[in-house]
């Protein structure tokens, strides 16, 4: 079975998504997710000037030569642009695959070694009070697992508040929009709101929090150590990961479990942190790391190091990159746990899955493949518009990480 074409559809259902949709000789075909948040049109042009050429009459079965083929038949290593192709690419080989076998993706992997993957979702608010609400809420909806953010006081526009997570920010607009910073009115806040958060519900919920690459090496030793008590499941990205050596501080002076890694696009990102065991959890997607195949490969490093996945599950990846991480998710071991922010309601149905979620767990479904498709008649209504993700301004103007 050969690979006869490689589509690339951009489409914008409440946000922009890209995705290779590759068929072949036998008319079965694939579908795979390279959405680059921000950069969209960078990865689309890469996939339909320099990749899909190269693919063209190709043995689509031969997932792992053509990702090693993709790896380094540019010579140029790495970079989200590449992965994020790279990543579609190899998503829409297993989904063809699965379906040729008539089987789902998590067989090829291995076969179902749990139930189904525990997820977490987004609670945050201005208020902490507001914040415990939506903490409340998603309990009742079944969670076992709640990432909690709240406001900065001083700083109008925090990341991770008061936003609809499932829509695009900035999108339509000629420049990123800027957030403000300030990190010790940061530090006052949040162990207040994760004392608050234990008091209303307990030890009995997985609670975690994103500080989104903000603080230096001795002020995440700080929080983290600060945040013992509230025992989270994770804290993610205290850093930016740019050093991996900078996580050895952080780790010797706190137990808080660390996560990071939404940003990696292959093992080299994260080499060091796994083998020093600086980290918990790694949160590599499968559509920036190398797909199933990227995912699978640090995964396995892992391991041993008894470091676990936490992929990044936010809205800017489609409703693919959920299916690929979930059949990943169901058959590899040490997976920990899901990111999960619901899409806009427009792209869960340009993107019809087979994948559920029930009591606070997702499962892939039974559909052979990846259990998810597009349909192109919809996907064309909705174009393109361009969009940023926003940047981080301190008082004095300097730009930070946002
Ligand atoms: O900022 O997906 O943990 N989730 C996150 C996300 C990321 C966005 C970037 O595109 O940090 O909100
Ligand atoms: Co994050």
Known sequence: MNITQVKVIVTNPGRNFVTAKIETS??????????????????????????????????????????????????????????AAQSAIDMALWDIKGKALGVPVYQLLGGRCRTGVMAYTHAGAAEISETIDDLQMFIEQGYHAVRLQCGVPGVPDVYGVDRDTSTQPGAGTERPYVEGWDTSAYLGVVPKLFEAAREAVGFGTHLLHDVHHRLTPSEAGWLGKRLEDHRLFWLEDALASDYQSAYRLVRQHTTT????????????????????????????????????????????????????????????????????ALHFGVSTHNVGIQERALHPEEADDVFPHAYTFSDGYLDPGEAPGLGVDIDEALAERYEYRRGYLPVVRLRDGTLTNW
């Open 26 to 83: 036998e008319g079965i075909s694939g579908v795979g997710d390279a959405t680059l948040n921000g950069r969209e049109l960078a990865v689309a042009t890469y996939l339909s000037e320099h990749v899909a050429p190269m693919l063209i009459g190709r043995d689509a079965f031969a997932i792992e030569d053509t990702w090693q083929l993709m790896s380094r038949a540019s010579y140029w290593r790495r970079g989200p642009v590449q992965t």
């Open 257 to 324: 479990p660390l996560a990071v890694g939404e940003v990696f696009t292959s093992l080299v990102d994260c080499e060091q942190l796994i083998r020093e065991q600086l980290i918990d959890y790694v949160r590599a997607s499968a559509v920036h790391a190398g797909g199933l195949t990227g995912l699978r490969k640090i995964a396995a490093f892992a391991e041993p190091y008894q470091v676990k996945t936490g992929c990044h599950g936010a809205a800017d990846m489609s409703p693919i990159t959920m299916a690929a």
